[in-house]
């Protein structure tokens, strides 16, 4: 294919090619369609993407193993009206899975107890203690959300207690089942016409699960003589923790996304209005929103706070409880960034092995932000980043995160099997394991023979992917408004990245945490403001701080909307940046 502006070797090291084949040439579709079409949409279904809505990706629920044993359950308890308890997670999906379950739970007439393990003392997943503690307290059916899939012990010990067990979960499954009373899980390994949806986030395998609860109840009369659960009400829910799981945003998903936006933007759950308000947003929110400024303050309270602010905020009808929630999630966000800026700092000094997969550990790093800091170091370093915080027992909680086309979670359950990993499991592009602090290097080891060809196939396939090549006023608030015709967009569903000059650096500085701002002028006489986040200190920041003013750059990014001044305009977020002579 030929290089977008004859570009191979950026200033970042990368090639520029087009993100579809037949973005070379002219083509007769609009600009929404061409969006679609580049990101693998068929000519039959562009109407469909267009609008992308329940109804039109929604899949029949029983089409997933065991979907029909836990909705027959579910009803079962709704009629008797048992104790029913659910076991979240403590992150963002796990935390919406559980308010999705106990809103719905609630409206059909329980009145379910919720259980978020504490991160620090109980670590992820249910442990046979909690869930004894569940059933001795009455308990009589348990669902875990966005966890189960290899609790084998755990619900083992739930199954003698004499407890029923329905798992709600995404993660790599074993190739055996834990037991439980169901198992609803599109990743299972005996999993048939369900696994094309193994891209869902837990949130969307709960809604699933209430909608086939909810029809199983319809079939039974229930709702001869009362209204049905809206569960469309809740979807502000789902499309909360699909976007912050970093869930593709395809098929249903992006559907998730794009109703639960509109749902949202209703304030109907006090809990996110609040959340809203305490993130300083002004605006309806947008996806981006979601994964940077929701996301993050209901994952501060497991990650350096109580485990369960997230879920209580996301389900409390008190508006002032909601209030005092979201400020306190608010301020123990600002505490998150404080700590994850030392382990980023000290994980970054013994990044520099050569290894294709990087695993730092250290003592006494904080294991609630772990996660964070290994995205932030597989992102600044282009492979996949393990970090692991070790307790003063020796034992090492970790968090990893992946790039396209490496199976990490994969490789930690391949890990634990083979007895390096006390506990571990996780998906394609993010993993958790338990590890003893002496294991570490074998750990390293393995995942370096089992994953370092993966890692290098990625890499040599890398590029720097473009929709649309702008002269500098091309780039306004109307190709914004045009563009956000192909979205939501997220991981899986990239926003459109366009290529805009040449052009002219007039100012550039540094602000905030290494972040370059510059205001650009192109040839075509408009100028541009520019961002390049956390490029401070890389090749694209110093050759923005330090252009002549005579040299003209490319600069490839994504157009967005800077609505802080008096009338909304256009910025690009520069990523990448190639000198035009």
Known sequence: MTPVLGITASIMGQPWRWRALAADGPSGDDLVD?????????????GQHRAPSIRGFMPDPSTFRDMDRAAERLADAVEHRERVAIFGDYDVDGATSAALMLLVLRDLGLDPRPYIPDRLTEGYGPSGPALVRLAQEGATLIVTVDCGAQAFDALATARDAGVDVIVADHHQCASTLPHAHAVVNPNRVDEVEGRAHGHLAAVGVCFLLLAATIRTLRARGIFAGRAEPRLLDHLDLVALGTVADVAQLKGLNRAFVAQGLKVMTQRRNIGIAALIEASRLTRAPTATDLGF?????????????????????????DPDEARTLALELDALNNDRRTIEAGVQEAAEAIAGDGRQILV?????????????VAGRLKEKLGRPAIVIAIDEHGVGKGSGRSVPGVDLGAAVLAAKEAGILTLGGGHAMAAGLTVAADRIPDLADFLEARLADAVQRSTEGRALLVDAVLATGGVNPALVTAMDGGGPYGAGWPAPRVAAGPVRVIRADVVGNGHVRCVVAGDDGASLKAMAFRHAETPLGAALLGAAPHRRLWLVGRAKIDDWGSKPAAELHVEDAAWAD
């Open 34 to 46: 061409r969006l679609l079409l580049a990101r693998g949409v068929s000519r039959e279904a562009l």
């Open 293 to 317: 400024a929701l996301g993050p303050r209901i994952n501060a309270g497991g990650r350096v706070g109580r485990a369960d602010l997230g879920v209580r905020l996301l389900t409390t009808s």
């Open 360 to 372: 730092a550990s250290g003592h006494g790093w904080h294991p609630g932000v772990i996660g964070i």
